[in-house]
């Protein structure tokens, strides 16, 4: 039996995840349950440490991944330990490489099969839906997340909530993190603000689950009652103009309630070979989906009881449907939609919205094609007219051996034969011509039109009802069968439609071509208008512009083509070659609202193209100001400041006072003469006109050099180059620069207490050269970023990046021939990776 699971979900760190879940297991050990601690992370908090005094604590396991150790979680262990609960912290955890599995909710699943009850913590800017959301709104990406559906199937979720000014409180006294990391975290990602909307988040998304497991215990206790729990707007389409104006006052209802639903359905007749237009149906999906709310298309030959069925199903509080068209007469009738949909309701409030288009009435439907061919229905005409004298001259001779039924029979059987030859009307004139052969040569008194026999009468009536019921139920078939291709056919056009747009050949030139040879047209133009409207407008070429066309000679104008489509105010499709009757005009109208979409992603693509070079040239004009700002302003002002104290006379410096402040100005000058020579180099490295010696260098001489630039920074470095090595292909002093500015780099993002590695190893006919730090490290978005000239990202606060160094280093690395990549350092941090060709004197 599989364990279950239960997750504290929080809106950020510190509302106190990991200290409820170990409450929770203190509180299951006082019930006497075997709770074991698989793995907790207390981040030095001493009341969350507190709560493991007393509980048994499963080891970790060391994994070692490129020389360094990492301790993770021992499933092996929990599972054979097989306690009733584990207590396993941050399920979106990335774990080491060498681990069995690369995430640690997969561990936990692990442990879940064994049938052990796991109880975990997850915040909410790690579910993998929100990690966009998260960003935008804090500006920190984040690197390790969970899928929604690890935590949507956990059997409990449990909300540690708190308000965003208690969190702050909570740091600020120094229980979240450290005192000297209180200030900088407090003033970026814990802003009021930020926290502010992480809290909704958290809280949505919590109520996001709470109606799944609402709608969960209604399906399995079979209540279809409204709980009226949330406000749910369904809105009723039928395709029709007064769509647009019950689309919005519906979502006026819903803007009423915070957090309301806004839902659309189209109810699809259940023989599916009727329905509404499907460019109004898909503009006010549109509209739609523009004011937050989700289209649906349900298929019911019930309209009134499937529109219930819909809401009733997503638990709707009020239901919109647009007053009737129908005439006065046709509701006496027929009580109508509305009126049946009101009787039926129940709980659900239904909107009856008045419009426009109630005061005109009804539309008449268009006038139903034949339901045969014309040769089918002269071929029927051509055997009734035919076949009756034929069939009499033929039974006259044997009248008085044949009985009357007999002769009926044989006349309904050719009646027949007209039905299915030549379709209904026919057939009822071959059965009217039939009864008076029969009356007049076979009914006593044989020579007149009279019927001495009641019998003789009412067999002749049967006779024709019987014709007309046949000959009614083959036109009628035939009819079914035509619309049944048809529709077929339509939804084979839309279906390859549909597959054109997924497979994203949304180019006009394409689309036009698609519709043409659907068709069989001569031409299909894409129209827009130049200037603005007037009634003469549409034989005027000059008011119209060609946007796309396939074919032959485009229409200039709508009044060139066959057959036209107005697709809102300034696009028109035009199409020639033959006129299109209504049902394919529903498939053409469906057409040019794609080639409309397709029209406005073009577009958009060329304004952003053409936006792109602008931004990215006022992006390096930003980072060039704000290099030059930061880079430059600082060693400028110290080496001032301390010239300016030398230079003065109302203070008498000590002789070590005088070397402090000229060691302050040399170290600042220096700064500053690297910056100038990087952004000299930079300059150069675009030009092209860098002047490069390259020849062997030994990396054990040239990475001491680097780490001896650094100057009192250089404690901070430990280096792992082994000697046997062979020599590289390089400029000395420019891998010496790399070198320095990556080392630099990674010092200035480490934390304390821990130490940049720079270490080497061969790799084929390659050398590569690691620098790893323990800092924040760069999102895997961000790769190639950070090499952009005087590209910060966020500078310092958040880690990211630093401006013109790594520019520069790859630039002069690409420049020698080599590679400069970035990597994640395992465990957390980034690790720059230069590969430089092995010198081919070298030995091997």
């Not at 059965?431 to 008194?445: D, E, H, K, R």
Request: one cysteine or more.
């Amino acid at each position: 039996m599989r364990g279950r699971l239960r997750v504290y979900l929080g809106a950020a760190p510190g509302v106190g995840k990991t200290y409820a879940m170990l409450s929770e297991g203190r509180r299951a050990l006082e019930r006497g349950r075997d709770v074991v601690v698989g793995l907790v992370e207390t981040h030095g908090r001493p009341r969350t440490a507190a709560l493991l005094e007393g509980m048994e604590i499963v080891p970790r396991r060391t994994v070692r991944y490129r020389g360094a150790a990492f301790t993770e979680l021992d499933v092996r262990a929990v599972i054979e330990r097989r306690p009733k609960v584990a207590l396993i912290d941050e399920l979106a955890h990335t774990n080491a490489p060498g681990s069995g599995n690369v995430k640690r909710w997969q561990d936990i699943d692990e442990i879940l099969d064994a049938g052990i009850d796991v109880i975990s913590t997850v915040n909410i800017q790690h579910l993998e839906s929100l990690n966009d959301v998260v960003q935008e709104i804090t500006g920190v990406p984040q690197r390790e997340t969970v899928p929604d559906e690890v935590v949507r199937r956990a059997d409990q979720i449990e909300l540690v909530d708190m308000s965003p000014e208690a969190l702050r409180r909570r740091m600020a006294h120094g229980n979240v993190y450290a005192p000297e990391k209180v200030s900088a975290a407090m003033s970026n990602y814990f802003r009021v603000g930020n926290l502010t909307a992480l809290r909704e988040l958290a809280l949505l998304w919590a109520a996001g689950k709470v109606d799944d497991q609402l709608d969960r215990y209604r399906a399995d206790h079979g209540i279809a009652d409204t709980w009226e729990t949330r406000e749910r707007v369904v809105v009723a389409l039928t395709g029709g103009p007064e769509g647009d104006t019950l689309v919005r006052r519906a979502a006026r209802i819903a803007a009423r309630t915070k957090g309301a639903d806004l839902l659309a359905v189209h109810v699809v007749s259940a023989d599916g070979l009727a329905g509404a237009d499907p460019a109004s149906l898909a503009r006010q999906r549109t509209l739609v989906e523009s004011m937050g709310g989700s289209y649906h298309q349900v298929v019911g030959g019930d309209v009134p009881r499937a529109l219930l069925d819909f809401a009733r199903g997503v638990n709707a509080t009020q239901l919109v449907l647009g007053a009737s068209r129908r005439g006065r007469f046709a509701q006496i009738l027929a009580r109508g939609v509305g009126v049946e949909t009101i009787s039926l309701s129940g709980s659900i409030d239904v909107h009856l919205v008045t419009h426009e288009e109630a005061k005109k009435g009804r539309r008449r439907p268009e006038r139903a094609r034949a339901a045969l061919t014309p040769e089918r229905r002269l071929a029927g005409w051509a055997v009734a007219v035919a076949g009756l004298p034929a069939l009499t001259a033929a039974l006259v001779p044997f009248r008085d051996v044949l009985r009357l039924p007999n002769e009926i029979l044989l006349f309904l059987l050719l009646v027949v034969g007209v039905a299915l030859v030549g379709g209904m009307w026919p057939a009822i004139a071959a059965a009217v011509g039939a009864s008076l052969l029969l009356n007049w040569f076979f009914t006593p008194p044989v020579g007149r039109v009279t019927i001495a026999d009641p019998e003789n009468l009412f067999a002749l009536i049967v006779f024709v009802l019987v014709a007309a019921a046949v000959s009614t139920i083959v036109d009628v078939a035939a009819r079914r069968t035509r619309q049944a291709a048809r529709a077929a056919a339509e939804a084979e056009v839309l279906s390859t439609l549909a597959g054109h747009v997924l497979r994203g050949e949304a180019a006009l030139p394409s689309l036009l071509g698609r519709l043409r040879e659907t068709f069989g047209l001569d031409s299909v133009t894409l129209l827009e208008r130049v200037g603005d409207p007037t009634p003469e407008d549409r034989g005027d070429p000059r008011a119209w512009r060609i946007i796309a066309t396939s074919g032959g000679a485009p229409c200039t104008a709508p009044a060139d083509a066959d057959t036209d489509v107005v697709i809102g105010d300034e696009l028109v499709l035009a199409a020639r070659g033959r006129l299109l009757n209504a049902g394919d005009r529903r498939v053409l109208e469906a057409f040019a609202a794609e080639a409309a979409v397709a029209l406005r992603q073009e577009r958009l693509e060329e304004e952003a193209e053409l936006a792109r070079p602008l931004a990215e040239a006022d992006k390096m004009r930003t980072a060039l100001l704000a290099a030059v700002s930061h880079d430059l302003r600082t060693p400028l002002s110290a080496a001032k400041a301390a010239v300016e104290s030398l230079r003065g006379s109302e203070v008498e410096w000590t002789d070590e006072d005088r070397e402090e402040l000229l060691a302050t100005a040399d170290e600042s000058l220096t700064r500053l003469g690297r910056l100038v020579d990087n952004l000299l180099d930079m300059s150069r490295l675009q030009a092209g006109v860098l002047g490069l010696a390259l020849q062997p260098v030994a990396l054990e001489e040239v990475v001491p050099r680097a780490v001896d630039d650094l100057g009192p920074l250089c404690d901070h470095v430990e280096d792992d180059v082994p000697v046997e090595l062979p020599d590289v292909v390089a400029d000395p002093a420019l891998l010496e620069r790399v070198l320095a500015n990556l080392i630099a780099n990674a010092v200035r993002y480490s934390p304390p207490g821990y130490k940049v590695l720079v270490t080497a190893g061969r790799h084929g006919d390659q050398v590569e050269i690691r620098v790893a730090d323990r800092g924040p490290g760069i999102p895997p978005q961000d790769h190639e970023r950070v090499f952009l000239p005087f590209q910060r990202l966020g500078d310092r606060d958040n880690g990211t990046g630093v401006g013109l160094g790594l520019a520069l280093s790859r630039g002069l690395t690409e420049a020698m021939g080599g590679t400069l990549i970035p990597e994640e350092t395992p465990g957390g941090g980034l690790t720059m990776i230069v590969n430089l060709p092995v010198h081919s004197g070298a030995a091997p």
